[in-house]
């Protein structure tokens, strides 16, 4: 599913530290309100021990805590920026003088750090922001013990655009949009243009009419004959996400200008090149997360907190960039971005078609299937039962207990009701479980969680039954019941999968891989016996796969098509493995394919005539996002294909849904899907979508 094209870029918003917009329709409330909130997130993040920085708090009025997710985006974004003003500041360190001006600074610390650290000999910082910010942050220093001994007093006296003056550290108050205001204050605060000096903007420039942020780069590569540039924004705003990013900014009543001229890391490359820079590297944020950054660093994050929000820590990082040019400095501290500029890994596969989509036609109201991390099952002819997730109900944001029924009457749908007999407290509305059906009425919920660190779900019953109702006679009546296990390991566990083998004329339910509360990634299994209920033994042979969760399960051939997934490292997998039948047991196989499958998760599988059908999901190459992968199991052979979303409300998140293939219609049910996209709202599929799956199926 590619990025829709008749969508473009149209409004955007703060990110960082405070927006600049030129002539802004920001009032000065909003202004530091987009300060304040920035600041405070990165106050969390530091409380979390994601960063080390004791100096957030003095400018924090309350603390507050954010999201894992957030905490995440602030820690590679402080990542990126550090390495680069480290790099910067130790291939000077030789200078006799050397300078930083950081661009649209609001309350940010860097100052503090790198000065407490010993970083700053010979070197003079200068911060610029609305008049409003910094005012109140020169008041803050003055005002806060730890700040003023670190930059020696209280200051010296103000002068013109001066709020703060001190021996090396100098805050001004200057509209960034008026360069010749900036040119002139920078000259009366001592900027000397022929020293080394480093330019920094952190999610500022994009604020800005284009014509005036490509003036202030010009200006920059036009008077400073030793410089480097360094640039974290926002990219890709055509696809799903991106156009979510837009719509949170466009609420604030701020413009994204950058993003519809430069979308992508090669305008932005090509931008600073035709401004004067004679070299520019760039990376989105997925790259300099996995590359960049030491594992066992990512592994001490990783252990720092529950997190369970892959998918949309992948999409932000896919969103982002951070950007650095230079003019006279040999960017010899960069080789490791230098090699990811190549345009090896972010190039979208090769399509070879597109799949129509449409709204799924329903009779009655839909509510109930705005929802993401739930399951759906075919209970019956055209009978979808979808259960647990988290979703949207009576206009707020919860965990669903509700159980929702799908009807199938000719070419529409329509909303069954579902009564549940005695609710048991074991169901409690559950995240990332599985549904499997087992016989006409009953299936088997297996595993889940209520939260990262409340996953003692456990294994239940679901049984159902025509309802008696004549009021509604395609409704039903549901009851759970709670099952015992001898291995408590099997359900508790979630972002796994359950598939039905069959091993010498016996049924067993294969249950692999997913999380935990104690593991982050499962690699084990069970065979858990159809009848006796009751794991047992199956000598499975073969090499032992990576562990992995957010995978997809599909029966075929008496075994299991594992494909995909997140594994131990949180590293996106590609693999297809099938675990195929022996005259003993199972064996493990790797399926070749041709060309290589695009590693992906969170999405949905099946199987039919032959062929695997890889649904949506999560994968590393925006602004492209997947729509349906077909393998052909015979020879390996693999197709990808778009998803025609213009008869369809956008956008579309297609990861954490569900999907049933009805093979008689040649249709696939796509039910739900969404996430919390960082800070900018959780975003749920407003109803299903039926893919027409006629030409591949047939091809």
Not at 134 to 144: E, W
Not at 467 to 495: H, T
Not at 664 to 690: A, D, M, R, Y
């Amino acid at each position: 599913m590619g990025p829709r094209r008749a969508r473009a870029a149209v409004s955007g918003g703060p990110g960082g530290r405070s927006s600049w917009t030129g002539a802004s329709s920001l009032s000065p409330a909003q202004v530091q309100g987009t300060n304040d909130s920035s600041v405070a997130s990165k106050c969390s993040a530091a409380a979390r021990g994601y960063v080390q920085d004791g100096f957030l708090r003095c400018f924090v009025s309350k603390t507050r805590r954010r999201a894992p997710l957030v905490h995440r985006g602030y820690y590679v974004r402080a990542q990126a920026v550090d390495r680069c003003v480290r790099g910067f500041l130790l291939q000077s360190q030789g200078c006799p003088q050397r300078q930083i001006l950081s661009l649209g600074a609001g309350f940010d610390s860097l100052y503090f750090r790198l000065k407490t650290a010993g970083l700053l000999s010979r070197t003079v910082v200068y911060e610029v922001d609305f008049p409003s910010v910094v005012s109140r942050k020169a008041a803050l220093i003055r005002g806060t013990k730890d700040l003023a001994i670190v930059v020696g007093g209280a200051g010296g006296q103000e002068s013109g655009a001066m709020s703060f003056v001190g021996e090396d550290y100098k805050l001004l108050g200057v509209d960034l949009s008026e360069l010749s205001q900036l040119e002139k204050a920078l000259k009366e605060a001592g900027l000397d243009s022929g020293v080394p000096t480093m330019f920094l903007a952190e999610v500022v420039l994009t604020y800005m009419e284009n014509s005036r942020s490509d003036a202030l780069i010009r200006w920059a590569a036009q008077h400073f004959c030793q410089a480097q540039f360094v640039l974290y924004e926002q990219m890709h705003p055509e696809d799903p996400f991106g156009h979510i990013m837009q719509q949170h900014f466009s609420r604030l009543n701020s413009a994204l200008h950058g993003l519809a001229q430069y979308p992508d890391c090669e305008a932005q490359r090509r931008r600073f090149l035709q401004q004067g820079w004679t070299e520019c590297f760039i990376v989105d944020m997925n790259q300099f997360y996995t590359l960049c950054i030491p594992a066992e660093e990512r592994q001490r994050v990783q252990a720092l907190e529950p997190f369970d929000e892959y998918e949309e820590w992948h999409l932000k990082c896919s969103h982002y960039f951070i950007l650095v040019a230079s003019k006279g400095m040999e960017l010899t501290w960069t080789s490791v971005l230098s090699s990811l500029a190549a345009p090896a890994p972010g190039n979208a596969p090769t399509t070879t078609g597109s799949i129509r989509a449409s709204m799924c036609m329903i009779d009655s109201e839909a509510a109930g299937l705005k929802r993401f991390a739930h399951r759906s099952v075919l209970i019956g002819p055209h009978l979808v039962l979808t259960t647990g997730g988290f979703g949207e109900q009576d206009g707020r944001h919860c965990r669903l207990r509700e159980l929702h029924l799908l009807v199938r009457h000719k070419h529409s749908w329509r909303a069954g009701c579902v009564t549940v007999e005695e609710p048991s407290s074991a169901w409690g509305g559950r995240l990332y479980h599985t549904v499997t059906r087992l016989s006409e009425n009953r299936a088997l919920v297996m595993g889940g969680r209520m939260s990262p660190t409340s996953t003692v779900l456990g294994a239940l019953w679901l049984e159902f039954h025509k309802s008696s109702s004549a009021s509604d006679p395609d409704g039903i009546v549901a009851q759970f019941k709670r099952l015992q296990l001898a291995e408590d390991l099997v359900s508790q566990r979630w972002r796994h999968t359950t598939t039905e083998v069959t091993c010498q004329g016996q049924k067993y339910l294969f249950i692999y891989g997913g999380c935990s509360a104690v593991w982050p990634v499962l690699g084990d299994w069970y065979f858990l016996h159809v009848v006796e209920l009751s794991c047992t033994q199956v000598p499975v042979q073969g090499v032992v796969p990576d562990g992995r969760h957010s995978h997809s399960a599909c029966a075929w051939a008496g075994g299991a098509l594992i494909a995909g997934g997140l594994g131990a490292a949180e590293q996106l997998l590609g693999s297809v493995l099938f675990l195929r039948p022996t005259e003993s047991g199972f064996q493990w196989q790797t399926l070749e394919t041709c060309p290589p499958l695009v590693p992906r998760y969170s999405h949905t599988a099946h199987v039919h005539d032959g062929k695997l059908l890889l649904v949506g999901g999560v994968w590393l190459l925006a602004p492209s996002v997947p729509g349906v992968a077909v393998v052909d199991l015979m020879t390996g052979a693999t197709v990808e294909y778009q998803i025609d979303v213009e008869a369809v409300e956008w956008p579309l998140l297609l990861h954490n849904h569900s999907s049933i293939l009805l093979p008689e219609e040649k249709e696939l049910l796509l039910i739900g899907g969404g996430g919390n996209c960082f800070s900018f709202g959780t975003h749920l599929n407003p109803q299903p979508v039926c893919l027409d799956l006629c030409d591949i199926l047939t091809s």
